[in-house]
């Protein structure tokens, strides 16, 4: 059973970069996509963008522009960077493995709330 | 891309049968059955509750399922019960750039 944990800074200033980490434990990244999903407080779920372990990438093309998703296989870690973050971008952040590149989101982490403020 | 369209809530009694609706477009619903439901309780991390159109992940009661006519989808729980309480998005493929879309997402209330 995956088990994922999302670590990283509750607060970021505005115009600055957002950074998170992704923990994966009890099995393997390799065959598998790993993706990051983001929930404004009372809004519905977006998706940010997912990782192969073979490297490619997909990302929200509303979002591209801002976001880098990377793995480090060793750490059996994975990564989400975004810069230049506004109000607009506070949110809990969940990190999750896409089974297939088409879905489904099969394994969670428990999400991590992030807020953009000075 | 906008969002999937899904009814903001639904509604029924115990014992009941209800329908949430996700519909789409041809760039997405319409022409791929990588449709799959998520429940998410408050406070919570969302799980999957179908994926593939109308496939049951292994744990997921018989009471939920899903279906897809043209460019909508359907995901129907029957003999509802209190605990399925929840907000319930769709989610789907998409041919556009961005790979994954999600509906606004249903508030279900049990009377």
């Known amino acids: 059973q995956v088990q994922l944990q999302e670590s990283g800074p509750g607060l970021v200033k505005p115009s600055e970069t957002l950074s998170l980490t992704c923990t994966v434990s009890?099995?393997?990244?390799?065959?598998?996509?790993w993706s990051w999903i983001r929930q404004p407080p009372g809004k519905g779920l977006e998706y940010i963008g997912y990782?192969?372990?073979?490297?490619?990438?997909n990302y929200n093309a509303a979002l591209k522009s801002r976001v880098t998703i990377s793995i480090d296989a060793t750490e059996k870690q994975f990564y989400l960077r975004l810069t230049s973050v506004t109000a607009a971008d506070t949110a809990v952040y969940y990190c999750?493995?896409?089974?297939?590149?088409?879905?489904?989101?099969?394994?969670w982490g428990q999400g991590t709330r992030v807020t953009v403020s000075s | 891309q906008s969002a999937l369209t899904q009814p903001a809530s639904v509604s029924g009694s115990p014992g009941q049968s209800i329908t949430i609706s996700c519909t789409g477009t041809?760039?997405?619903?319409?022409?791929?059955?990588?449709v799959s439901w998520y429940q998410q309780h408050p406070g919570k991390a969302p799980k999957v509750m179908i994926f593939?159109?109308?496939q049951r992940p292994s744990g997921v009661s018989n009471r939920f399922s899903g279906s897809k006519s043209g460019n909508t989808a359907s995901l129907t729980i029957s003999g509802l019960q209190a605990e399925d309480e929840a907000d319930y998005y769709c989610?789907?493929?998409?041919?556009?750039?961005?790979?994954?879309?999600f509906g606004g997402g249903t508030r279900l209330t049990v009377l």
């Open positions: 009890d099995g393997s990244m390799s065959g598998n996509y």
């Open positions: 989610s789907s493929y998409t041919s556009t750039s961005t790979d994954i879309i």
């Open positions: 999750a493995r896409l089974r297939f590149s088409y879905g489904p989101f099969d394994f």
């Open positions: 041809s760039s997405d619903v319409a022409s791929y059955n990588y």
């Open positions: 990782m192969y372990f073979g490297g490619s990438t």
């Open positions: 593939d159109v109308s």
